[in-house]
Nanobody, 120 residues
């Protein structure tokens, strides 16, 4: 089974920065797309940013210009640099990996989530 382990969440003041990381482990041959989703209490999960194995990125309009997604293909790790954080960014952030090819399957996996709280 593929495991995604996230880190980097925490409490930060408005205008501050955080860097999230997510490492995928298992018998992985390749990962097509990695990304970050977030979910605030009482709301549905939404895409924040994604990146393909070739480096093509996609961002939610609300974070474009403030967040930067990147990945290290050799380490099967994805990062999310979050700058100029706002209270509206407060949510649980989930790592996602799509098109994960192993010796036995092709599928999608999720991390356990990490809390990001932006408050004074």
């Amino acid at each position: 089974q593929v495991l995604l382990v996230e880190s980097g969440g925490g409490l930060v003041q408005p205008g501050g920065s955080l860097r999230l990381s997510c490492a995928a482990s298992g018998s992985i041959f390749s990962i097509n797309t990695m990304g970050w989703y977030r979910q605030a209490p009482g709301e549905q999960r939404e895409l924040v940013a994604s990146i393909t194995s070739s480096g093509n990125t996609n961002y939610a309009a609300s974070v474009k210009g403030r967040f930067t997604i990147s990945r290290d293909n050799a380490k099967n790790t994805v990062y999310l640099q979050m700058n100029s954080l706002k209270p509206e960014d407060t949510a649980v952030y989930y790592c996602n990996a799509r098109g994960v090819l192993t010796t036995a399957s092709l599928g999608t996996y999720w991390g356990q989530g990490t809390q990001v709280t932006v408050s004074s």
